[in-house]
């Protein structure tokens, strides 16, 4: 029997409970801004959801999931809130459009994977000792691998008066909402759930109003053709438009899948006016891009998602993924996230994009331990977490990465090093770069340097000095980029950070991929460290010490010349040279 719609959404966010004013103007468009999993996340064949729309008028209206229209009676709601029912046999995770009077909304994904967790209220949350807002009654605890993870949450739920609400199946992992009253009741918990046989960890959330945007402090330089002419952006372009499309001996390409850990998306920029509606896939070799409405052009998710999917010359941005339509295969951009619940609902999302054929998962994100210290050894105040929140995150993580290599061998992670003049690969400073796996990418960023000397010159591009350094850094890439605007030919603020050389990288190991499926994580690393310009002074594999911006350049990865000119150099990413390469791959015996 169905429960009442209000009911079902008692467990969203209070923010998305907010109903907006009932008498919308008729030319307002239809705007998805929320949808999440609301009801009993438990449930994985009668599935709910919630969603908070703008735009829509009194009457009719209609709901098409891949295209196909949803039955009347799984769809309830008014005003801004609405609510749908699905039974998941013999559907699919896929695009969710409304549609009234002909009016169509923005395109959102909607995945009908297993995990889910909540967020906190802002009553459910506290300031603990370290001035950290944490989550005073919800937790999840990751089961050793021998349980059945199911059972035994429900177990420890009984056994501490607690409820389970949200789940990661596979990472084996469970969201309890406990009767802590207050955090020094929650730890009392939180120590005695640690000490169980079947607990591997304990995961707490310190997260308020998770922010996704990472803070970089330094002055930013004007954004124009010289940041992304550093990593050869147009030409790459060119190249794969150019190699691509030949009629006699051009290279076949295939579709990819991308997702993006990031809110929402601003549908009423020029940038991406042209994706609204589920006709995309009509086409197929057009970019599509999924994601929630955002309210302002130059948030983090609209920028990110701009780098790679932003329409050409129109406002602001120009995608590196679209610029490949009419000869790619027809890109996938799904922008998702789970709730707002923190570290937590990012690795929950992007397991349920992974289950729906994700290949390449851009993580614009990271923290950092209190306590971490910059390379001058100042302390680090930017998205810190306490110790024990860190231990947690980092045990989950771990899972998430384990299971990658034993279910998904070939999804890639590109996780931005971040801002804080830190050490990306220490572990007790930085999550989840400091991992060292072949399916996570590590990308810092630099800007155009004041010297006039050719692209190729590796004093082209500086660092940038908020970026975090060291081994465990991959490749650098443009820092600066153009925000998105609301009006057409207008240029918007210049944003920098990691955040966003993060999905030059993405975008371009998706294009990789594109020519070349076959290619596995480690080979799609060769290939970007052999294709890589250089940046910065030569430091003769010296142990790692605050100039070092990435892994030095190694003779095998210049045809094993000891005495090549780019050995012991930083590598900058040169995505032409990175797509020749991959090309040239496909006629290599594997």
Same mark, same amino acid.
């Given at each position: 029997?169905?429960?009442?719609?209000?009911?079902? /959404?008692?467990?969203?966010?209070?923010?998305?409970?907010?109903?907006?004013?009932?008498?919308?103007?008729?030319?307002?468009?239809?705007?998805?801004? #929320?949808?999440?999993? /609301?009801?009993?996340?438990?449930?994985?064949?009668?599935?709910?959801?919630?969603?908070?729309?703008?735009?829509? #008028?009194?009457?009719?209206?209609?709901?098409?999931?891949?295209?196909?229209?949803?039955?009347?009676?799984?769809?309830?709601?008014?005003?801004?809130?609405?609510?749908?029912?699905?039974?998941?046999?013999?559907?699919?995770?896929?695009?969710?459009?409304?549609?009234?009077?002909?009016?169509?909304?923005?395109?959102?994904?909607?995945?009908?994977?297993?995990?889910?967790?909540?967020?906190?209220?802002?009553?459910?949350?506290?300031? $603990?000792?370290?001035?950290?807002?944490?989550?005073?009654?919800?937790?999840?605890?990751?089961?050793?691998?021998?349980?059945?993870?199911?059972?035994?949450?429900?177990?420890?739920?009984?056994?501490?008066?607690?409820?389970?609400?949200?789940?990661?199946?596979?990472?084996?992992?469970?969201?309890? %909402?406990?009767?802590?009253?207050?955090?020094?009741?929650?730890?009392?918990?939180?120590?005695?759930?640690?000490?169980?046989?079947?607990?591997?960890?304990?995961?707490?959330?310190?997260?308020?109003?998770?922010?996704?945007?990472?803070?970089?402090?330094?002055?930013?330089?004007?954004?124009?053709?010289?940041?992304?002419?550093?990593?050869?952006?147009?030409?790459?372009?060119?190249?794969?438009?150019?190699?691509?499309?030949?009629?006699?001996?051009?290279?076949?390409?295939?579709?990819? %899948?991308?997702?993006?850990?990031?809110?929402?998306?601003?549908?009423?920029?020029?940038?991406?006016?042209?994706?609204?509606?589920?006709?995309?896939?009509?086409?197929?070799?057009?970019?599509?891009?999924?994601?929630?409405?955002?309210?302002?052009?130059?948030?983090?998710?609209?920028?990110?998602?701009?780098?790679?999917?932003?329409?050409?010359?129109?406002?602001?941005?120009?995608?590196?993924?679209?610029?490949?339509?009419?000869?790619?295969?027809?890109?996938?951009?799904?922008?998702?996230?789970?709730?707002?619940?923190?570290?937590?609902?990012?690795?929950?999302?992007?397991?349920?994009?992974?289950?729906?054929?994700?290949?390449?998962?851009?993580?614009?994100?990271?923290?950092?331990?209190?306590?971490?210290?910059?390379? $001058?050894?100042?302390?680090?105040?930017?998205?810190?977490?306490?110790?024990?929140?860190?231990?947690?995150?980092?045990?989950?993580?771990?899972?998430?990465?384990?299971?990658? %290599?034993?279910?998904?061998?070939?999804?890639?992670?590109?996780?931005?090093?971040?801002?804080?003049?830190?050490?990306?690969?220490?572990?007790?400073?930085?999550?989840?770069?400091?991992?060292?796996?072949?399916?996570?990418?590590?990308?810092?960023?630099?800007?155009?340097?004041?010297?006039?000397?050719?692209?190729?010159?590796?004093?082209?591009?500086?660092?940038?000095?908020?970026?975090?350094?060291?081994?465990?850094?991959?490749?650098?890439?443009?820092?600066?980029?153009?925000?998105?605007?609301?009006?057409?030919?207008?240029?918007?603020?210049?944003?920098?950070?990691?955040?966003?050389?993060?999905?030059?990288?993405?975008?371009?190991?998706?294009?990789?991929?594109?020519?070349?499926?076959?290619?596995?994580?480690?080979?799609?690393?060769?290939?970007?460290?052999?294709?890589?310009?250089?940046?910065?002074?030569?430091?003769?594999?010296?142990?790692?010490?605050?100039?070092?911006?990435?892994?030095?350049?190694?003779?095998?990865?210049?045809?094993?010349?000891?005495?090549?000119?780019?050995?012991?150099?930083?590598?900058?990413?040169?995505?032409?040279?990175?797509?020749?390469?991959?090309?040239?791959?496909?006629?290599?015996?594997?």
């Amino acid at each position: 029997m169905k429960r009442p719609f209000l009911s079902l /959404c008692k467990s969203l966010p209070a923010f998305l409970l907010a109903a907006l004013p009932l008498g919308v103007s008729a030319a307002e468009p239809i705007r998805i801004q #929320q949808l999440q999993r /609301c009801g009993d996340l438990l449930e994985t064949q009668e599935q709910t959801f919630c969603l908070r729309v703008k735009g829509l #008028q009194s009457g009719d209206w209609q709901a098409r999931l891949n295209g196909e229209p949803l039955s009347p009676e799984r769809l309830s709601g008014k005003g801004q809130m609405l609510q749908l029912q699905l039974d998941t046999k013999g559907k699919q995770s896929g695009p969710l459009v409304l549609e009234q009077q002909g009016q169509q909304s923005n395109p959102v994904w909607l995945s009908l994977g297993s995990s889910h967790v909540v967020a906190a209220n802002d009553d459910e949350v506290a300031k $603990n000792m370290d001035g950290l807002t944490s989550y005073v009654d919800l937790i999840s605890v990751v089961i050793e691998e021998n349980y059945d993870g199911a059972k035994e949450a429900k177990r420890l739920a009984e056994k501490y008066g607690a409820k389970v609400v949200g789940m990661i199946p596979p990472l084996n992992t469970y969201q309890l %909402r406990l009767a802590a009253k207050n955090l020094d009741e929650r730890d009392a918990t939180v120590l005695r759930l640690g000490g169980e046989v079947s607990v591997d960890a304990v995961v707490i959330e310190e997260s308020g109003a998770e922010k996704s945007i990472e803070d970089d402090p330094d002055k930013a330089p004007p954004a124009d053709n010289e940041e992304w002419a550093s990593n050869r952006f147009l030409d790459a372009v060119n190249f794969y438009q150019r190699r691509l499309q030949r009629e006699n001996g051009g290279v076949k390409t295939h579709p990819v %899948r991308i997702g993006v850990i990031e809110r929402d998306v601003d549908f009423d920029t020029p940038d991406f006016a042209d994706y609204i509606g589920d006709d995309c896939r009509t086409n197929s070799k057009r970019l599509c891009l999924y994601a929630r409405d955002a309210d302002k052009p130059s948030a983090h998710g609209t920028t990110v998602s701009g780098i790679l999917a932003a329409a050409w010359d129109k406002s602001g941005n120009s995608g590196f993924l679209r610029g490949l339509d009419n000869v790619g295969p027809g890109f996938d951009v799904i922008v998702a996230r789970d709730s707002d619940a923190g570290i937590t609902a990012n690795v929950a999302a992007s397991v349920n994009l992974v289950e729906d054929g994700v290949r390449v998962l851009n993580w614009s994100w990271g923290i950092h331990r209190i306590g971490a210290i910059d390379v $001058n050894g100042d302390p680090i105040d930017s998205l810190v977490r306490s110790g024990i929140a860190m231990s947690g995150y980092e045990e989950l993580l771990e899972e998430f990465f384990l299971w990658l %290599r034993e279910e998904h061998p070939n999804v890639v992670v590109v996780n931005s090093a971040g801002n804080g003049s830190s050490f990306s690969g220490r572990d007790e400073y930085r999550l989840p770069s400091s991992f060292v796996t072949d399916q996570l990418f590590v990308v810092g960023g630099h800007q155009r340097s004041e010297k006039d000397v050719p692209v190729e010159d590796a004093q082209y591009a500086t660092k940038r000095k908020a970026s975090n350094i060291d081994m465990r850094v991959d490749i650098t890439a443009a820092a600066c980029v153009h925000t998105s605007t609301a009006k057409p030919d207008e240029k918007g603020e210049v944003h920098c950070g990691t955040s966003y050389a993060t999905p030059l990288v993405a975008g371009l190991l998706a294009a990789m991929l594109s020519i070349n499926p076959e290619l596995e994580p480690d080979q799609l690393r060769m290939l970007l460290r052999r294709s890589a310009m250089t940046i910065g002074e030569e430091y003769d594999f010296e142990p790692t010490e605050g100039d070092d911006l990435t892994a030095p350049i190694l003779p095998s990865e210049r045809a094993n010349e000891l005495n090549n000119p780019d050995v012991g150099h930083s590598a900058r990413l040169d995505m032409y040279k990175a797509l020749d390469l991959t090309v040239q791959s496909l006629n290599r015996v594997r």
